[in-house]
């Protein structure tokens, strides 16, 4: 990232798809790709995780480098090889556990009646996850004309003690919302879904994004409603 070439390849980063871009200048803000990349390195372990489409099947695997992302582990399962899954975040908490949040679509793709938003714990750094537990259950919500993200859950972690954030959009007691939960226990349990916009009744909310300050003290979610 930092040094490379504009025409380089597309990099994913987290749940975006950014163009690389030289980073040298950029101002030390919180929120600044250096200091997110500075604070990776320091780290020592950096993680990707990605769904891998294979056959009828999309299970969440994860990826970790402890070089700065020139040599990476073997890909290892988040989830069950067999599930169906989507829109994975990984997040390093302070003790070095890592959690991965996505979206389970249950039974299959088509029967949106046991849709849930999950979260799996690896104790090891990410070379092996725990069985997942669930955020909460959701029922989908895609937004009509609009190429939205709306199996794409977003989840953020407070670096300093390793509380957990996630929301999503989806339809909450008949009307589209954008639903927050947290969890203080490092994602062992899970405060209920609840609306955070404030869009009238039946109006499309949709995209959000989440962020918390370096001292945990302020959680930011955007989106965009019609």
């Given at each position: 990232m930092r040094g490379a070439a504009a025409s380089a390849p597309f990099v994913y980063a987290g749940a975006y798809i950014m163009?690389?871009?030289i980073l040298a200048g950029e101002k030390p803000e919180p929120f600044s790709m250096n200091r997110v990349w500075d604070q990776a390195i320091?780290?020592?372990r950096i993680a990707v995780t990605f769904t891998l489409f294979s056959g009828s099947f999309t299970p969440i695997l994860a990826c970790t480098s402890d070089d700065a992302g020139a040599n990476w582990s073997a890909a290892v399962p988040v989830t069950r090889l067999n599930a169906s899954s989507q829109?994975?975040?990984?997040m390093f908490l302070p003790d070095g556990r890592l959690a991965v949040t996505y979206w389970n679509f249950g039974s299959n793709f088509a029967n949106t009646n046991d849709d849930t938003i999950e979260v799996a714990i690896s104790r090891d750094g990410g070379a092996s996850f725990d069985a997942p537990v669930v955020v909460g259950n959701v029922t989908p919500f895609?937004?009509?004309g609009i190429r939205d993200g709306y199996f794409l859950p977003v989840a953020a972690a407070d670096v300093s003690d390793g509380k957990?954030?996630?929301a999503c959009q989806a339809?909450?007691?008949g009307s589209p919302r954008i639903l927050f939960s947290r969890s203080t226990d490092g994602g062992t349990t899970w405060s209920p879904f609840v609306p955070v916009d404030d869009a009238p009744t039946g109006t499309a909310v949709f995209n959000p994004a989440i962020d918390v300050s370096p001292d945990g003290s302020t959680v930011?979610?955007?989106?965009?409603d019609q």
């Amino acid at each position: 990232m930092r040094g490379a070439a504009a025409s380089a390849p597309f990099v994913y980063a987290g749940a975006y798809i950014m163009h690389p871009r030289i980073l040298a200048g950029e101002k030390p803000e919180p929120f600044s790709m250096n200091r997110v990349w500075d604070q990776a390195i320091a780290a020592g372990r950096i993680a990707v995780t990605f769904t891998l489409f294979s056959g009828s099947f999309t299970p969440i695997l994860a990826c970790t480098s402890d070089d700065a992302g020139a040599n990476w582990s073997a890909a290892v399962p988040v989830t069950r090889l067999n599930a169906s899954s989507q829109g994975s975040t990984p997040m390093f908490l302070p003790d070095g556990r890592l959690a991965v949040t996505y979206w389970n679509f249950g039974s299959n793709f088509a029967n949106t009646n046991d849709d849930t938003i999950e979260v799996a714990i690896s104790r090891d750094g990410g070379a092996s996850f725990d069985a997942p537990v669930v955020v909460g259950n959701v029922t989908p919500f895609d937004t009509a004309g609009i190429r939205d993200g709306y199996f794409l859950p977003v989840a953020a972690a407070d670096v300093s003690d390793g509380k957990l954030f996630v929301a999503c959009q989806a339809m909450f007691r008949g009307s589209p919302r954008i639903l927050f939960s947290r969890s203080t226990d490092g994602g062992t349990t899970w405060s209920p879904f609840v609306p955070v916009d404030d869009a009238p009744t039946g109006t499309a909310v949709f995209n959000p994004a989440i962020d918390v300050s370096p001292d945990g003290s302020t959680v930011v979610i955007a989106f965009a409603d019609q």
